[in-house]
């Protein structure tokens, strides 16, 4: 966990608003928020007119008083060294430094699945949510989605009621009184209560339009895979699904009924490949903790290397950190979870191995 004391420091600096891609890559390569701070070492990434106003910035910004401000507001921060850090957030191309949260952060380390759609849902696109979305599925997964008006609410507002868990990614930072949609204020609450509500915009900041599409790749980032549940030919779910297969996650689609313009999005998805989700046990299929449950297949005796993997990969862990804890060479390893990822035994994402 980040030093409360660097953390003010870190705080400060992300305030300054020069952030380029060249400065993302020094704040990522240290912890030592402090030296970065009282340093000219940042400087030297300004041309003179940004270091003019580095400069004046920097005299009207304090460490303390950002501290001061997050604690008053109760508003927590997740590093993206720290243990509640998602890490299938971590590895998609360049994740959120700090990420700014009101709830549970722990709901972060669980498997998350992400649930987005239309902004004007249909019935039909709310009843496959309900039908797909069942008691089995949110005991095994956190939903996630975006907080907008329409399937995103319908999502967060149907995990908490099914006794699920719930994150809700904001387009937009932290403000005192402030919630929009302002129709989703009693859903904010109970967010706060019993779900999470994240974003990786700097509390107290002026909102902009374009910053709702940028949290599209936080949503798509934190799961293993996403479920669109109705996206029209211009839809911003066909953004988070360019965005998923970036990461190189799942998509998951429910047709629409034929000739429906609400669905021409999803329908273009699924001819490019997505996986078409035409009932709860597709959906279950498609879910690893909820595929190994649910197969009919009759259980064989799994061996002494197998078994290990599996105790060890409670947590997703990379090859080498496999060979690490495991007495084996590195072909007969590959070998091994290659078999096991053919039985559904285990699955990969990016870099990472998991159940």
Known sequence: MLDKHQL?????????????????????????WRHLWESQRLRKFLNSTKQ??????????????ELTKLEREKIQTIYI??????????????????LFAKGNTELLRQPCLSVIGSRRATPYSR???????DSEVLAKYVIVSGFAHGIDSLAHRHALRGNGQTVAVLGY??????????????????????????????????IFKQDFACRNRIIAGLSQATLILQAGEK????????????????????????????????????????????SAQDLKAQLPLLNQAGTTVAPRQLSLEENNLLNL???????????????????????????????????????????
């Not at 305030?15 to 380029?20: A, G």
């Not at 003019?52 to 008083?65: G, H």
């Not at 496959?128 to 979305?133: D, K, M, V």
């Not at 009924?257 to 490949?273: K, T, V, W």
Request: charge should be negative; glycine fraction near 4%.
């Open 8 to 32: 003010g420091f870190l705080l400060a600096l992300l305030k300054l608003h020069l952030i380029s891609p060249r400065i993302w890559k020094l704040l990522n390569e240290t912890d030592d």
């Open 52 to 65: 003019e106003i580095f400069d004046r910035r920097k005299n009207l910004v304090s460490p303390e008083e």
């Open 81 to 98: 060294k720290d243990e509640n850090y998602s890490h299938w957030l971590r590895e998609i191309s360049s994740p959120p430094i700090i």
């Open 127 to 133: 009843d496959a949510l309900e039908q797909l979305l």
């Open 173 to 206: 930072g932290f403000k005192k009184n402030y919630c929009y949609p302002a129709a989703n204020r009693d859903l904010w609450h109970d967010l706060e209560k019993s779900g999470l509500l994240i974003s990786e915009f700097y509390p107290e900041e002026e």
């Open 235 to 278: 839809s911003g779910s066909l953004i988070t699904a360019d965005l998923a297969l970036q990461f190189n996650r799942d998509i998951l689609v429910v047709p629409g009924r034929f000739n429906d313009e609400n669905f021409l999005g999803s329908h273009r998805l699924i001819q490019s490949g997505a996986k078409l989700i035409h």
């Open 313 to 355: 990969l409670f947590k997703p862990k990379t090859l080498d950190e496999l060979l690490d804890a495991q007495n084996l060479s590195w072909d007969v390893l590959v070998e091994l979870l290659q078999n096991m990822e053919s039985q559904k035994l285990i699955k990969k994402a990016g870099a990472y191995y998991y159940i």
